[in-house]
């Protein structure tokens, strides 16, 4: 029998925000990129990976303030850093020597590989005792969990059948181990005895479940699931029962860690391709923003006393570069301090439209790329976002609050006019200008606070729904006879491109994977590109619309690819990598032809083919990365749980 869904919790608002955010303060300043901070058992010392020039260390930085010390030698590849219970000793996952493995450092600097040399491994996590340490290897297309024990120095494999697909971990005990395996197709939470014993499946839904972590108490699991079409932490008994939904919003929500007394777990979200830190009282409530800028975060941990959290934060800066879409030429088309973002490009090809300012009241500009010129289109007191040209190169239509809610406004080139299209109280964005220019598709949740595609005829001014059964992402047809969407709403609840035929009033879902999305035509109208889920990583996938086998075009990916096609039809662009490494790919439809043409050791966020089809206009951020850390007990009333 499937599991039950909890009730939902109220929707996240990103400005219920009780009290002021807390300042946080700088662990580390130097020029590297440093994550993956680790406080030791306690509190002492914290172990992070900082990224100089290429190479790779795991250095241990005491905890009040010093001088930071390597305890491994330069590499390309180190990850995961977890201190063993006694504080003596790391196990982190390094390309020391091939294949990538699992090794262990003692603070003294002495190394040892704990992975054989067979097949590369990953993921360590030591048992409560630090008698024994987890780590999964490759097999097949998943991996198998195996079990080293310290006193005898040896492995032993605890799964079989390569059916293991994301993370693995202790109970507090030591005797039973939650892992996230394939079940029937699915992504499911199993658990099984660290000694023996056949594993059993903990929950069972359509939707993929991911990123299990025991509380302390260990009655309890905290997990990460899109079983309601988003990415949100739920919770539910470790011996079984019905999850419960803890978030409910907007955001991508993950990384769930539980705080030393198990009341609060905090998370991060991902809201309009920036990464922030948030906690929630794990009993019930709204969860409180803890940061709020444009630079992101990532890999955030709790302080061993509950008194804050610890986490990587890249300071940016973000430019827009032109780059040739052969790879030849790249180059900066702006260098302010100021972010900008969401670049499009004129019709025309003469100028992009793009934004500019703090993240928070961004405003419209226009960039002439033959003279470098800039012109301010808007002074807003409530931002501006994701402008789009009409295809008659005339206006913009864009996002804002201006108006005191999320809405569509357009602006008029020739004389500044702008012009509020929306004013429900709800959130209307994403709009896509239909091929004639007369009307527009967008994503609201007007109706009963659901996401769904909207069409808003400018002659009339009236919006008509499209979809009823939850949508996102519209895009058109070149014909404009028809919209692609991506929704979860079939009778399985997997996430799957959509079609929509405008004339005949019927959607009809033309992928059929346990994760698909972001799907856009090419520009003759017969192929459509879309990222898929392997339940490892992203990656593209090129299909014909009347049907046939997905070609591959891209693979590798573990954040949005965001694929779209070059006028011409014989290219396509994606975004491959992690939030702080993401590059811009350009491949053929064929598949036979790949090029990186964003800049290395930087970031894409946002991008946009020119109309020729012959390069590309994109924002990259440039960062350095470094530790910060944040008191989060003035976020803390004492009234949010027993």
Not at 83 to 102: I, M, N, Q, Y
Not at 148 to 176: I, K, N, Y
Not at 630 to 639: D, E, G, K, Q, R
Request: proline share 7%; with cysteine.
């Amino acid at each position: 029998m499937l599991a039950a869904c909890g009730a939902p919790a109220t929707d996240r608002q990103v400005t219920a925000v009780p009290v002021a955010l807390p300042t946080p303060q700088a662990l580390t300043t130097g020029p590297s990129l440093d994550t993956f901070p680790r406080y030791s058992p306690d509190g002492r010392q914290m172990a992070y990976v900082a990224d100089d020039d290429g190479l790779r260390r795991l250095w241990i930085l005491p905890a009040r303030g010093g001088e930071p010390r390597a305890v491994t030698a330069p590499t390309a590849f180190i990850v995961a850093p977890e201190w063993a219970p006694d504080g003596t000793k790391l196990a982190f996952v390094s390309d020391h020597t091939e294949p990538t493995g699992v090794w262990v450092v003692g603070v003294d600097g002495e190394r040892y590989r704990v992975s054989g040399s067979e097949r590369p491994a990953s993921a360590p996590d030591w048992s409560p005792t630090g008698e024994n340490l987890l780590y999964q290897r490759a097999q097949g297309d998943g991996f198998d969990l195996w079990l080293w024990s310290e006193s005898v120095a040896s492995s032993r494999q605890l799964t079989h059948g390569g059916r293991v697909r994301g993370a693995a971990r202790w109970s507090p005990d030591g005797r039973q181990v939650v892992y996230v395996g394939d079940y029937a197709g699915t992504r499911s939470l199993f658990v099984m005895s660290a000694e023996e014993g056949e594993p059993t499946v903990l929950t069972l839904d359509e939707g993929a479940d991911d990123d299990p972590r025991w509380s302390p108490d260990g009655r309890e699991i905290a997990f990460v699931s899109n079983r309601a079409g988003n990415p949100d932490l739920w919770v539910m008994p470790a011996s079984g029962g019905v999850p419960r939904a803890v978030t409910r919003g907007p955001g991508n929500d993950h990384d769930p860690v539980w705080s030393p007394d198990g009341r609060w777990l905090t998370f991060l979200s991902i809201q309009e391709n920036v990464s922030d830190v948030w906690i929630v009282p794990v009993a019930g409530g709204e969860p409180i923003r803890v940061t709020d800028d444009e630079a992101g975060q990532e890999h955030v941990r709790w302080m061993p006393d509950g008194a804050g959290v610890v986490f990587s934060r890249s300071d940016r800066r973000s430019r827009l570069w032109w780059a040739s879409a052969s790879g030849d030429d790249a180059r900066p088309l702006t260098d302010g301090d100021e972010r900008v973002g969401h670049p499009d490009v004129a019709p025309d090809g003469r100028q992009v439209a793009y934004v500019s300012g703090d993240g928070i009241n961004d405003d419209l500009f226009l960039l002439d790329l033959e003279t470098d010129g800039t012109e301010r289109l808007t002074s807003l007191s409530a931002g501006a976002a994701a402008p789009r040209w009409s295809p008659d190169g005339r206006r913009l239509v864009f996002e804002s609050s201006q108006g005191g809610n999320s809405d569509l406004w357009v602006v008029e080139l020739a004389s500044g006019e702008l012009r509020q299209l929306t004013t429900d109280p709800s959130r209307d964005f994403e709009p896509a200008w239909a091929p004639s220019g007369d009307a527009l598709a967008f994503t609201s949740n007007r109706a009963d606070r659901q996401a769904e595609v909207w069409r808003l005829a400018l002659e009339t001014g009236t919006p008509e729904r499209v979809t009823r059964q939850g949508g996102t992402r519209p895009r058109w047809h070149p014909a404009g006879s028809s919209l692609l969407f991506q929704s979860a709403g079939g009778e399985d609840g997997r996430m799957r491109v959509w079609e929509f035929d405008l004339a005949g009033g019927e959607a009809e879902a033309l992928t059929d994977g346990v994760y698909s999305a972001v799907g856009e035509y090419s520009p003759d109208g017969e192929d459509f590109v879309f990222q898929d889920h392997t339940g490892v990583h992203f990656r593209v996938r090129l299909r014909a619309r009347s049907g046939g086998v997905a070609r591959p075009l891209g693979e590798g990916t573990n954040e949005e690819t965001q694929p779209r096609w070059a006028s011409s039809g014989r290219r396509v662009a994606y975004l491959e990598g992690s939030p702080g490494t993401r590059d811009l790919v350009v491949v053929s439809a064929d598949g036979g032809e790949r090029r990186i043409v964003s800049q290395p050791e930087a970031a894409v966020s946002e991008y946009a083919w020119t109309p020729d089809g012959n390069a590309l206009v994109f924002a990259q951020i440039e960062a350095r990365t470094n530790l910060w850390q944040v008191n989060v007990s003035s976020l803390l009333p004492s009234t949010a749980t027993p």
